[in-house]
Structures are given as C-alpha cells and as structure tokens.
Nanobody
Framework: QVQLVESGGGLVQAGGSLRLSCAAS????????MGWYRQAPGKQRELVAV???????NYADSVKGRFTISRDNAKNTVYLQMNSLKPDDTAVYYC???????????WGQGTQVTVSS
C-alpha cells in the first residue's frame, strides 16, 4: 500500500502561480512513476505531467512551457509548479503513484485549483 498526501491547491487569478506537492509513504519502490492528473467538471480525468525516479518528465501539450514537474526522491515527494495559469486549468488535481512493473496505481485525495479570469 502507498499513501499519498497532496497540498497546495487554492484560488488564483489568471496569470498567477501555484505549487502543488504530493508526499508518498508506505511500500515505495526504488523505481517508480509519480505524476499529476486533473479533472474538470463534466470532463474526464486527464494527464498533466509525469516524472520517473530518474527525473524524466512528460507533459500534456496544454501545459508545456507553463508547468514544471519535479521530485525529491529522498522525501518521496513530487511537485507541480504551475505558472501563467488560465481559467481552463481549473480542476481537481490528483497525484498518482505507481511502482515500476506493478499493475496497481495509487491516487491522492485531490486538491482543488481554481483560476479566476
């Protein structure tokens, strides 16, 4: 079992910034994937960004150049720095964790990000 605790959501004006954090604990493997997904009202959950233990990030096209994912392996924590936020970024953001080779993935409880115009 892996537990995920997210923090950092909130309300911000368009053009502003927020930083999300997600700390993992429990059965952490040496090689794993951590990432962020989001779900806006009436829409499907979508990938925002993912990063491996070795620090190789991948981003959704909609956030490239504005969001940066990073991680601190010593703390089993992943971060999402969100800059130049747009109202379309408004959603519940979920942290996701998966061990390499495992079928099961774990999700955080979600944190609300609201961007006002």
């Amino acid at each position: 079992q892996v537990q995920l605790v997210e923090s950092g959501g909130g309300l911000v004006q368009a053009g502003g910034s927020l930083r999300l954090s997600c700390a993992a604990s429990g059965s952490i493997s040496r090689i794993n994937f951590m990432g962020w997904y989001r779900q806006a009202p009436g829409k499907q959950r979508e990938l925002v960004a993912v990063i491996t233990t070795y620090g190789s990030p991948n981003y959704a096209d909609s956030v490239k150049g504005r969001f940066t994912i990073s991680r601190d392996n010593a703390k089993n924590t992943v971060y999402l720095q969100m800059n130049s936020l747009k109202p379309d970024d408004t959603a519940v953001y979920y942290c996701r964790y998966q061990n390499l080779g495992a079928a099961e993935a774990y999700w955080g409880q979600g944190t609300q990000v609201t961007v006002s115009s």
